[in-house]
């Protein structure tokens, strides 16, 4: 029967008593007078108005942010505002269209003026894209439940939303995958993919090096996006060893960006990029300083890419922070990128780090000659300089023989450092092993005069600081220090240099050194020093448990130093002595 109705009581049928969905989706099929009526534009004019009607009051409806139930927004990737502001963003869109094309019907005017669309197709092409477009936003929505979902507080998360989302996307029958893994979710910049990278890098569970690749390689090669699209996330979840894995029937990520990089007419590459990626890779990883030399080279290779102006010399100190001490990051500093031609560079900085990290992160055994191997292949095969100021961070004491190898190429041993001492009072203030400072002594270095240093770092006090287990240079150590610079004690001395180890005959010696050296007995800080050293005796004196009442009768008698008994008393109680208990006592 419907087949004989005229097109205008179909065009009346359809627009009053089915919905879009229905006409659009259906009707064809069975009614050969619908191409007739879709001729109407008025057709297509009340359609879309019913539809955008329809779907403002859907959208009053929706209440997606009511699945966020964590009471932390700060730890989550989907926040309720972002909901909130996508779906007031896009109620508003449609209002504003709803106006253009429903209530001002535009289109007509447009005609009128311009003589353009004579045919009468505008409002059938706003219908399909209206449909496409909600469409799109709803299968968006789905894939963000999924997420949202996923980052609620569970006894038992697992992936299984994430797996949800992947078959949601290979399934859809509207919508090629890159089409639907393209999408906006909540806004155009951030898709299923970014949020998905987001949340790997705060819950292990999708975290994991596996999982991680899977998901990755499920959007890059069987969605087809773009990796410079993602390269920024990518790098910032630290899943280098993705970008090199070898896959069946496709290039790696590496090479899939690559050949984005090389088609792009621009740059296609941000100038903090290798910034970005030496921070994130561990360069003491053979297989991350690998990627970093692909991506240097690159870079390079991109001619309007100033390399070394934009992407390494404003970054110098990053550079310099990542460095690790094994040859393939020093040649990949030094040769591939160039650093040393650098304004920034700086070799004293350069070998410090080196020091340092081989100190921290190497084996105890083979640091040294490791170090000393580095620094000596960089110097004849790079020019790098070794006479610099000497290297604070010798000052450990498992760094002798690095120190002579440096000495013994030229590094200043006698410079002044900017709080007005020296290498060698630092090495002293740093308890640095005592063969060291002996051999810089023996080396011609220096303590500068006391008036030099600042407030902070006062040289007067310097010798405060020296120590070792070693009994026997204990004191010859200081002896010679007093000889050659003077004494630079204070007058509570005895409490902060080392004599855990001391025999009590060097005590005693370290004692009459003290008074010979200083006005020992007559500062009145020492006897509350001797007070307390005596009272906190096994503290100090590992090894002369029962030598506490000898190192008495010889400050008291030898020395002419009486202690403070009040403290002594208290002390034998068992409490506590404090600055104030000290002040009311005397």
Known sequence: MAQHLPAE???????????????????????????????????????????????I????????????TYAYPEYLVIKKNDILKERQHYVSSLKNREKILVVDMKPFTKRKETNDDIYGDSYK???????????????ALEMAKLAITFEQPSLFQDKSEWTQIMKLIENN?????????????????????????????????????????????????????????????????????????ERNNSETFFEKYKNEVKSTAKSGVPAYLLKLIVSRVSMNNESHIEFVGKCVELFKSKKLIKF????????????????????????????????????????YEFIDSIIRKGVFFM????????????????????????????????TDTRTTKTLKFLVENGVDINYLLPNGTSPLAQFIRHKSNIDAILYLIERGATIPPIETATTINKLDKLFDYISDIDESKFMSTLKILVEKFGPRFSGVAIENLSV?????????????????STHFNEDESTSLALTRFYCKWYNYNGINFDKKEEFRNFVENELGIQLIQAIIDESNIGGEIDEEDEEFLL
């Open 308 to 347: 070394k102006e934009s992407m390494v010399e404003p970054y110098t100190n990053i550079y310099m922070n990542a460095l690790y001490p094994n040859w393939k990051n020093i040649e990949l500093y030094l040769k591939d990128m160039k650093l040393m031609e650098c304004n920034g560079f700086d070799h």
């Open 57 to 68: 009051l859907d959208c009053a409806s929706e209440t997606l942010e009511n699945c966020i």
């Open 500 to 516: 855990v180890h001391l025999s009590m005959d060097n005590l005693f010696a370290l004692l009459l050194l003290l008074k010979q």
């Open 363 to 394: 084996n105890e055994d083979e640091h040294e000659d490791l170090i000393i191997e580095l620094l000596q292949r960089a110097h004849q095969e790079f020019g790098l300089k070794l006479d610099v100021p000497l290297p604070m961070s010798l």
């Open 173 to 245: 029958q509207f919508f090629d995958k890159k089409v639907v893994a393209n999408l906006g979710i909540f806004n155009t910049s951030t898709t299923i993919f970014h949020i998905f990278i987001k949340q790997a890098l705060i819950h292990q569970v999708i975290g994991e090096e596996e999982f991680f690749d899977t998901v990755a390689s499920f959007f890059i090669c069987d969605c087809g996006l773009n990796v410079s699209t993602y390269i920024e996330p990518l790098i910032e979840s630290r899943k280098i060893r993705s970008f090199l894995k």
């Open 125 to 139: 092409t706003k219908c399909i894209q209206f449909i496409r477009e909600r469409r799109k936003r709803l299968i």
């Open 9 to 55: 009581i179909l065009f009346h049928i359809f627009t009053s008593f089915t919905s879009p969905d229905q006409y659009l989706n259906n009707l064809m099929l069975v009614c050969r007078d619908w191409y007739q009526t879709t001729n109407y534009e008025m057709f297509w004019l009340a359609s879309l108005k019913r539809m955008m009607k329809q779907q």
